[in-house]
């Protein structure tokens, strides 16, 4: 029998990983987007 709370768990793990890897590159953009006015 498949085991809900182990499921759930997991994928709310991997959610909370991709969002931590999307709001790192959105600090990087943004630091590069900053850079890019100062030069200009």
């Given at each position: 029998m498949?085991?809900?709370a182990k499921f759930l768990?997991?994928?709310i793990s991997?959610?909370?990983k991709?969002?931590?890897q999307?709001?790192?590159?959105?600090?990087a953009?943004?630091?590069v987007d900053g850079e890019i006015d100062?030069?200009?």
């Open positions: 498949l085991d809900t768990c997991d994928a991997r959610m909370e991709v969002a931590e999307g709001s790192a590159i959105a600090t953009v943004e630091g100062l030069q200009i």
